[in-house]
């Protein structure tokens, strides 16, 4: 595009380390592994994951659209970054108990402050400079105030007049109306004024909120602008026509401003009797919960900007001045706005696996063998026809499922409610507090309750993490337990962007290790070991730490030892320094780590051997599978668990052993050792914390058309199943 402002080149980027100001690693003591400087600090590696993400943004491999939704993405992680880990540690000042990397809290939230203004800066200096120069160029445009013709004025004035003045209840600032509550993360103006009004007051100060229903970037009609895809932001709208708003005074300065809020929720254990209720108390207050953030546009005075600091109670250093709108996630509406195949990811349509296509009989297929849906190549569709087939099969007698995360008008649901209604056993494990999803659970679990599912939340303390499906049918030779596992949410839109593993068995040893699991999350007994899973909080953590020191105890004797494991987060101490004592004992250890990660690789004599790449592209990477060399046995599991603390002592989790030889092999090549490769276009961890991108080879389109592509006679699309040629 000519014209355009240069970059450095996507592939050769080098990120700043994940811990700005941390401690070089000098010599390190074989056995103190406890040394601060060994780890990176979760939540500076967590901004440095956005900035990966923000850095596709630039990438010009990547279509243009698509590179908004990588802006977008970066900003909305760190909205939630603020509401959820910033919000924590502001909680915690003043107790300034290190972590493991040796920083106090007010040092944490110093480092985090200084990370982040980096961040904001970079991205609104990729939108200004590089995104929308690009999309003006492929015809495009967000017009700014700056530049609207007299015909786009006179448009803006009306839609003003006609869709959002009548909405609009400006406060101004005086003894009789207080600064108004603020909602989390919603679009505000502070308006500076002169002069006095109808009841001779002379306030200078009011505020202006405006309403979540309102759409916040809008299209221009061709015959007002010229174009075909030319829109405004809202707040352009309402900031050339606030002047409306205060009759006969002057407006000296308008300025959007935008205030982020702790939205984590608490709930007291010893004061609760029924979840959902005391949920359902909770959720309102979220909104006006403790503010942690403020932003404001770059223009906004000093004094004004302190008035705002002062009202929210926060520091300067919570301050984030931007140079457009305040919340760039409004961006993202273009995507669905602008009908530009050419400039977005070419689509594809799923594969489905051959046992489970149109017509088969999906138990009789369970039966024949192991089934794996390697998602989004493979459809989720089969999955949901599974539970259709049992709701509406006379010999299924009960049918048990965990929901963290669904959608709106969710198939599964829908067929739950039917089975249940049909008389059959149906219980539901809903986890009310997977966090932004508690009012559509509680919702959710009203619905099932009402349909006749015994609904249950799980274990108080620990979140149900876990994805399980039991079916358990009637038949010729007695009761029989259908099963699947995932390393991902029963959720069909999730399940066409994210990376993750589906397993579908009726081995008899698995389904009973699902019922007990079951049974322990709905009843009360004590945990026993399981025949083949593992789970979390009891088993799961003490397995991964003897299967790492199995692999050493195998360097240690000389034999071939290595361990490759994929998934979203490291960040669980004891786990790191296992895998540190490993390296030290010659085990080669690959780690595909998409987002914070804590251990750094390749420090002399303590992580030589191990290597951490973080793979970001089409496809959210979101499976988590764990490989061992285990002396030739060539053990691999898939699990629903990172390897966090929160996953490993504070969440209920499976981890499943992939059995099927031929599908083990399947899921090594395609799922694991595929991401290896130094073509592999990817973000390689370097000693000091920081990430270099390498490679060319673009693994989510090689593996949508490897896939894909497998001769087959059918295809599903969103809708169900369909014959292609």
């Known amino acids: 595009m000519n014209g355009m402002p240069s970059a450095p080149p996507a592939r050769d980027r080098v990120l700043a380390p994940a811990d700005p100001g941390a401690p070089a690693v000098t010599a390190i003591r074989f056995d103190d592994l406890d040394a601060p400087e060994l780890f990176s600090n979760r939540e500076l590696s967590v901004i440095a994951f956005n900035e990966r993400v923000l850095a596709l943004a630039l990438d010009p491999a990547v279509p243009l659209l698509e590179r908004v939704r990588f802006l977008t993405i970066s900003c909305s992680n760190l909205d939630e970054f603020f509401e959820v880990r910033k919000a924590s540690y502001q909680e915690l000042q003043g107790t300034n108990a290190p972590s493991f990397d040796g920083r106090s809290t007010s040092e944490l939230l110093r480092d985090i402050a200084r990370s982040a203004h980096v961040l ?153 009797e029924d979840m959902l209720k005391a949920l359902e108390g909770e959720l309102p207050d979220r909104r006006f919960a403790e503010p942690v953030r403020l932003e404001v546009v770059k223009d906004c005075p000093a004094d004004t900007a302190q008035f705002l600091l002062e009202r929210f109670g926060l520091p300067a250093q919570d301050l984030y001045r931007v140079d457009g ?32 296509q149109r017509g088969a009989d999906p138990f009789e297929a369970i039966r024949a063998g192991d089934i794996m849906v390697h998602q989004p190549f493979e459809s ?184 490759v494991a994929k998934m979203n987060a490291v960040t669980e101490l004891q786990t790191m320094r296992a895998l540190y004592r490993a390296s030290q004992a010659g085990v080669e250890i690959d780690l595909v780590v998409r987002g914070a990660c804590c251990l750094r690789p390749g420090i002399p004599g303590v992580s030589d051997h191990i290597r951490v790449r973080s793979v970001l592209g089409r496809f959210l990477e979101h499976s988590r599978l764990y490989y061992f060399e285990a002396g030739g046995e060539r053990k691999l599991f898939a699990s629903s668990a990172d390897w966090m603390g929160r996953n490993l002592f504070r969440r209920i989790e499976t981890c499943f052993p992939i059995l099927d030889a031929r599908l083990k092999e399947r899921m090594l090549e395609e799922c694991l050792f595929n991401y290896l490769p130094d073509d592999v276009a990817c973000w390689l961890m370097r000693s000091d914390g920081s990430y270099v991108r390498q490679g060319s080879r673009e693994l989510h389109r090689e593996l949508v058309e490897r896939i894909t592509s497998v001769p087959d006679p059918a295809r599903v699309d969103d809708s169900g199943y369909h014959e292609v040629g």
């Open 120 to 272: 904001v800066d970079e991205q609104y200096r990729v939108v200004n400079d590089v995104i929308l120069p690009a999309l003006a160029a492929e015809g495009i445009r967000v017009r700014r105030r700056s530049d609207w013709t007299d015909a786009e004025v006179a448009w803006a004035r009306r839609y003003f007049d006609e869709h959002v003045e009548p909405v609009l209840t400006p406060v101004a600032l005086d003894p009789a109306h207080p600064f108004p509550k603020i909602l989390n993360k919603s679009l505000n103006f502070v308006v500076l004024l002169q002069g006095a009004d109808a009841f001779g007051r002379d306030a200078n100060i009011a505020v202006v909120q405006i309403p979540r229903p309102l759409a916040r970037l809008l299209q221009l009609p061709s015959d007002v602008s010229g174009g075909k895809h030319d829109f405004v932001m809202l707040s352009s709208i309402v900031h050339a026509n606030v002047d409306k708003l205060f009759p006969g005074m002057t407006v000296t300065g308008c300025y959007q401003f935008r205030v982020t809020r702790n939205s984590e929720l608490w709930v007291d254990e010893e004061e609760v």
């Open 325 to 356: 709108p305040v919340n760039l996630n409004r961006l993202g509406a273009l995507y669905a706005k602008v009908d530009r195949s050419d400039l977005k990811y070419a689509p594809f349509v799923p594969r489905v696996p051959r046992q489970m």
């Open 380 to 563: 989720f569709q089969p999955v949901v026809e599974l539970v259709r087939r049992a709701a509406a099969d006379p010999h299924v007698v009960a049918i048990k499922q965990t929901l963290y995360r669904t959608e709106e008008n969710s198939q599964i649901v829908a067929a739950l409610r039917e089975a249940a209604r049909a008389g059959k056993q149906v219980t539901i494990v809903v986890e009310l507090l997977a966090r932004f999803d508690e009012q559509g659970n509680i919702d959710l679990a009203n619905e099932l309750q009402d349909a006749g599912a015994q609904v249950v939340y799980g274990v108080f303390g620990y979140k149900t993490h876990a994805k399980m499906l039991m079916i358990v049918r009637r038949e010729a030779d007695g009761l029989r337990r259908y099963v699947h596992l995932s390393t991902g949410n029963y959720h069909s839109g999730t399940a066409r962007a994210y990376t993750d593993i589906g397993y579908l068995t009726a081995n008899p040893v698995i389904g009973e290790d699902v019922h007990r699991l079951f049974n322990r999350l709905t009843g009360l007994g004590e945990a026993r070991r399981l025949g083949a899973l593992l789970d979390s909080p009891f088993t799961l953590r003490q397995e991964l730490l003897r299967m790492i020191e199995a692999e050493a105890d195998h360097a240690r004797a000389g034999h071939p030892a290595r361990i």
